[in-house]
């Protein structure tokens, strides 16, 4: 079994920074994707970064130059740095990766997190 735990979520006023941790743990023979989502009330869940390969990263255009995504891989770990927060990043962030348990086999399973809140407010 793997396990997905996040933490680093609270309350921060507008233009304020906080920095998420999601730390993998369980039968973990290698670590491909990890990535993180959030989902604001109403609207769908939607991906937020993404490191690939360890060091390939992506962000959604509403994050870019904001949020920063990087991995520690000797401790199964992803972070998420969010500086310059608005009321608009105000959502639950979910961990979600590609993990293969097993060296013996070609199956990649994908996990999630149970989610952090992140409210930005005054």
């Known amino acids: 079994q793997v396990q997905l735990v996040e933490s680093g979520g609270g309350l921060v006023q507008p233009g304020g920074s906080l920095r998420l941790s999601c730390t993998a743990s369980?039968?973990?023979?290698?670590?491909?994707?990890m990535r993180w989502y959030r989902q604001a009330p109403g609207k769908q869940r939607e991906l937020v970064a993404i490191?690939?390969?360890?060091?390939?990263?992506r962000y959604a255009d509403s994050v870019k130059g904001r949020f920063t995504i990087s991995n520690d891989n000797t401790e199964n770990t992803v972070y998420l740095q969010m500086n310059s927060l608005k009321p608009e990043d105000t959502a639950v962030y979910y961990c979600?990766?590609?993990?293969?348990?097993?060296?013996?086999?070609?199956?990649?399973?994908?996990?999630w997190g149970q989610g952090t809140q992140v409210t930005v407010s005054s």
């Open positions: 979600n990766a590609d993990i293969k348990s097993d060296r013996n086999t070609f199956v990649v399973n994908e996990y």
């Open positions: 369980g039968s973990i023979f290698a670590i491909y994707n």
């Open positions: 490191i690939a390969s360890g060091h390939i990263t």
